[in-house]
């Protein structure tokens, strides 16, 4: 193993981890703040994809609300908010055939989408990253956090970035660039759902300490470019039920958006809280596609892009504590999502935007050259507490567990019953504190779904789908999916589960290979598309994801 080169470091007041929407929010929102307050401070934000919005994925409907509030005059800025929602519709598919259409008075008002917008959220960060630039924001794309920097009292004081040029073996290559510290007064974690920073920060501080169990889903989704015909720009379809099931434990939700340029997203979340281990996610969305709700969209279109993400989705009670010494968690990173509204892009630029306001006002304190700046920035929980962000999560904080926990048929009249009727004001909180990677049944006790083979028109497979994700990684690399014991995946979890991850991966990254010592576990770590699922399925918690080397993975088009 090759020693480390001494790394060069660089000072900022802020530093901030991840390039999504809740990130260049925050950025933007300082240093909005520092030019009407007249001060100098300096920003870095490091994103780990080739390009802001390269791993950025998404339905999306968004709601502009936060983004309103950051950009007043974003129509005159030119906000790609262009293909307003026309049509709302959702449905309960009962079976392969079957479906029912669910009449908008009854449900919960959240769950409409009057003033929304369906547009693609990869292109909304490209233009907020503009923005940020044009602030004087220092943007680092290509560059993936690798460490947290702490200093002898523990408090945060930056990242590092990841060395690039080594081996598989751990050897440098003759291309070896060590990374580089960037250090700041707060940092700002903001990677997205399971970010492995964040995931080690919690764990660190404790922050979890008062919160409920965590839970996650997984979300597929593509790019379809339809004919004319089959095309209604704004229109919006959300469906729950088949293909997954209807009791606990067998959540899915399914959505179809009409795009601008005759293109629609379609996509299935699965909960990750399933106990069969032969599901795959994967399979299960490509026969989704065949329903009648759906084909008719997609006949005679063409795939133009495949991608999948874990999804936070535990709610306002397994929210963390937000602030540490030196830092905070941002997005999805902490959770700020509205399951309800089945939407996380104006919750996770508001938390950016109340994490920048209390920083400024921390960095401006009379105290903070004692200080430094790196002590623990409470107003960032006080300003959540007091901001629409909390009454919101507040009201929608049932709406994630009582799916995981009751499935659709008992959670419909639960929430009919709390959201509709009691506006999200029920004096109870729903709790499930078994984790998603627990719930898995022994193989033998299940039945294996009979999924169809691919028919290369509306249904494919897992390698020519990556394929289509521009999922790129240097191969001569340490691999990023690190294992804990390497012997559990064929000893324990082969025998016990048949080993999920060949199924619950969406990119086909681990296989078990048959061979004539025995079966072999497999790590295909460059189809990687960065989910983070395998941190959170395997039934061992045998799998930590890390980033590999910067401007790896994905590289999303429009999505």
């Known amino acids: 193993m090759a020693e480390a080169s001494a790394r060069e470091a660089m000072e900022f007041d802020v530093v901030i981890v991840g390039g999504g929407p809740s990130g260049l929010a925050a950025a933007c929102r300082i240093m909005q703040l520092a030019q009407a307050k007249g001060t100098e401070t300096s920003v870095c934000l490091v994103e780990k994809g080739s390009e802001i919005g390269a791993h950025i994925l998404s339905g999306a409907v ?50 409409h989408n009057d003033g929304n917008y369906a547009l ?6 490209r233009w907020m990253g503009e923005q940020a630039e044009a602030l004087g924001v220092n943007i680092f794309p290509g560059f993936a956090a690798t460490e947290v920097l702490y200093d002898d009292a523990g408090n945060v004081v930056g990242i590092a970035t990841g060395d690039m040029g080594v081996g598989l073996d751990g050897e440098h290559k ?64 959300h469906a729950m039920g088949w293909p997954l099931g209807f009791g606990p434990g067998s959540f899915s939700g399914s959505f179809l958006y009409h795009l ?6 379609v996509g299935l979340i699965v909960d990750l809280g399933y106990k069969n281990p032969h599901i795959s996610p994967f399979d299960e969305f490509q026969r989704f596609k065949h329903h009648p709700l759906v084909a008719p969209t997609l006949t005679g279109g063409k795939r133009v892009s495949y991608g999948a993400r874990a999804i936070i989705k535990g709610g306002l009670p397994a929210l963390p504590e937000l602030a540490f010494p030196g830092g905070m968690l941002v997005g999805d990173d902490a959770g700020f999502l509205n399951m309800l509204k089945i939407k996380g892009t ?34 960032y929980q006080t300003r959540f507490e007091n901001s629409w962000l909390h009454d919101e999560l507040h009201r929608a904080r049932n709406a994630g567990p ?4 009751f499935g659709i048929l008992g959670a419909s009249p639960f929430l009919f019953v709390d959201q509709t009727i009691a506006g999200g004001d029920l004096p109870v909180t729903l709790k499930d504190p078994t984790p998603d990677y627990a719930t898995l049944k022994p193989a033998s006790a299940c039945k294996k779904p009979d999924y169809p083979k691919p028919d290369g028109v509306l249904s494919f497979d897992k390698l020519s789908s990556v394929f289509l994700s521009n999922t790129n990684h240097e191969e001569d690399q340490p691999c990023h999916l690190q294992l804990l014991d390497p012997s559990i995946p064929v000893s324990k979890n082969l025998p016990e589960f048949d080993e999920p991850a060949q199924r619950y991966c969406p990119a086909g990254v681990y296989e078990i290979v048959q061979e004539d010592s025995g079966p072999r576990f497999q790590i295909n770590a460059q189809n990687c598309v960065h989910c983070k699922t395998c941190d959170i399925k395997d039934p061992a918690q045998n799998i930590t994801w890390v980033v590999p080397e910067g401007a790896g993975g994905p590289n999303y088009p429009n999505m």
């Not at 300490?209 to 004319?228: A, C, M, N």
């Not at 919750?347 to 960095?363: C, F, I, N, Q």
């Not at 009582?402 to 926990?405: E, N, P």
Request: with cysteine; glycine share 8%.
């Open 62 to 111: 968004v709601e502009p609300r936060a983004l309103f509030e950051l950009f007043p005059n974003w129509e005159e800025l030119g906000a790609p908010l262009t293909n307003p929602v026309i049509h709302d519709e959702m449905y309960f598919l009962v079976n392969d055939t079957n479906r029912i259409k669910i009449p908008p008075w009854v449900l919960p008002k959240d769950t």
């Open 120 to 125: 693609s959220l990869g292109n909304l960060c």
């Open 174 to 237: 003759g291309t070896y660039t060590p990374g580089y510290e960037l250090r700041a007064k707060q940092t700002i974690f903001a990677e997205g759902c399971r970010g492995h920073l964040g995931k080690e920060l919690i764990a660190k501080f404790e922050l979890d300490k008062d919160s409920t169990t965590q839970h996650y889903g997984i979300g597929l989704k593509e790019l379809w470019d339809v004919p004319p015909e089959n095309h209604t720009p704004g229109k919006v379809v």
């Open 260 to 265: 601008e340029n005759n293109q629609v997203a």
């Open 346 to 379: 104006h919750t996770g630029m508001k938390s950016g935007m109340l994490a920048a306001e209390a920083v400024m006002d921390h960095l401006l304190a009379d105290d903070v050259a004692e200080t430094e700046g790196r002590g623990v920035v409470t107003t």
């Open 402 to 405: 009582a799916f995981h926990k």
